[in-house]
């Protein structure tokens, strides 16, 4: 089992740096806004928009919490959307600014829905669920690797981001996670060759364990 186990992930680390360079590029959220075609897939991207609010997160807490979970409940990791200055809901956000002056003068049916984004951000930078904003935050840059060809959100993480973003196409949506490296191919290879000598090294054992017994 240890043996399959860390064969998968070195696979898996293979999978994800095959397409990597050993410095991330540096791109610019309009333009993966237009296009997610990517020569890296090692990132870095400049200046966002956090939409925090929007942020799903697993978390642990007493069995007996289900509803409501204690703002100190701690926090494994998190997703949150980023969208840029171009964006067409920033863009409506701004003209509302212009209209009603702040933020709060802004009446709730005039805010618009976010329907698309094109990046979303795995972090684990949220150690509980209190340390989540609450508010959109201008951000300088996130770096990461994009994961999506190992690593895809499962059903209740999806259904979370559905019901936020009820018109978003989770195919064109990259998943970077923050802070990520790709592994070297000696790593990745030296991963999957450890797995598969603990696997040749479990059937001998028990093949041997098999004859003494009989």
Same mark, same amino acid.
Request: aromatic share 10%; net charge negative; no cysteine.
């Given at each position: 089992?240890?043996?399959?186990?860390?064969?998968?992930?070195?696979?898996?680390?293979?999978? %994800?740096?095959?397409?990597?360079?050993?410095?991330?590029?540096?791109?610019?959220?309009?333009?993966?806004?237009?296009?997610?075609?990517?020569?890296?897939?090692?990132?870095?991207?400049?200046?966002?928009?956090?939409?925090?609010?929007?942020?799903?997160?697993?978390?642990?807490?007493?069995?007996? %919490?289900?509803?409501?979970?204690?703002?100190?409940?701690?926090?494994?990791?998190?997703?949150?959307?980023?969208?840029?200055?171009?964006?067409?809901?920033?863009? +409506?956000?701004?003209?509302?600014?212009?209209?009603?002056?702040?933020?709060?003068?802004?009446? @709730? @049916?005039?805010?618009?829905?976010?329907?698309?984004?094109?990046?979303?951000?795995?972090?684990?930078?949220? +150690?509980?669920?209190?340390?989540?904003?609450?508010?959109?935050?201008?951000?300088?840059? %996130?770096?990461?690797?994009?994961?999506?060809?190992?690593?895809?959100?499962?059903?209740?993480?999806?259904?979370?981001?559905?019901?936020?973003?009820?018109?978003?196409?989770?195919?064109? %949506?990259?998943?970077?996670?923050?802070?990520?490296?790709?592994?070297?191919?000696?790593?990745?290879?030296?991963?999957?060759?450890?797995?598969?000598?603990?696997?040749?090294?479990?059937?001998?054992?028990?093949?041997?364990?098999?004859?003494?017994?009989?």
């Amino acid at each position: 089992v240890a043996g399959g186990v860390l064969g998968y992930i070195g696979y898996e680390e293979y999978t %994800v740096s095959s397409k990597t360079g050993a410095t991330p590029m540096e791109v610019e959220l309009a333009d993966l806004e237009k296009s997610t075609q990517l020569e890296n897939n090692f990132v870095r991207i400049g200046k966002h928009w956090s939409l925090y609010p929007a942020t799903i997160y697993e978390y642990e807490t007493d069995s007996h %919490v289900t509803r409501n979970p204690p703002s100190n409940s701690k926090v494994n990791h998190a997703y949150y959307p980023i969208i840029s200055n171009s964006h067409p809901i920033f863009l +409506k956000i701004q003209q509302l600014f212009v209209r009603y002056g702040n933020e709060a003068n802004i009446p @709730d @049916d005039q805010w618009p829905d976010i329907n698309q984004f094109t990046v979303l951000v795995k972090t684990n930078k949220f +150690k509980t669920i209190g340390s989540i904003p609450d508010d959109w935050v201008e951000s300088d840059l %996130v770096q990461g690797l994009v994961i999506n060809r190992i690593e895809n959100l499962d059903s209740e993480e999806k259904n979370l981001i559905r019901q936020n973003f009820p018109q978003i196409d989770m195919e064109q %949506v990259l998943i970077v996670e923050q802070d990520r490296e790709p592994s070297s191919r000696s790593k990745s290879w030296g991963m999957m060759g450890g797995g598969g000598i603990l696997i040749l090294l479990g059937v001998f054992l028990f093949f041997k364990k098999k004859a003494q017994t009989e």
